[in-house]
């Protein structure tokens, strides 16, 4: 979990550099940073994906009740 935090920030402070630069970004551009998006949410999705089930299950039994 650290390290994806520390991936994260990491890839979040690249966005911010390169958005703030006032160079015009091209479509092609926009394309690599929403790819890049959706590698990291399906990396975080393979990596916590089974974490991610038990705590939705807990919760689901959480409402079942007694």
């Not at 630069?21 to 393979?46: D, N, P, Q």
């Amino acid at each position: 979990m650290k390290k994806f935090l520390q991936t994260y920030v990491c890839f979040s402070a690249f966005v911010a550099v390169f958005l703030l630069e006032r160079k015009a970004a091209t479509s092609i551009e926009y394309a690599l940073i929403a790819s890049g998006i959706a590698l990291a949410i399906i990396a975080v999705v393979f990596t916590l994906g089974d974490e991610l089930v038990a705590l939705f299950q807990e919760v689901e039994d959480g409402f079942a009740g007694p």
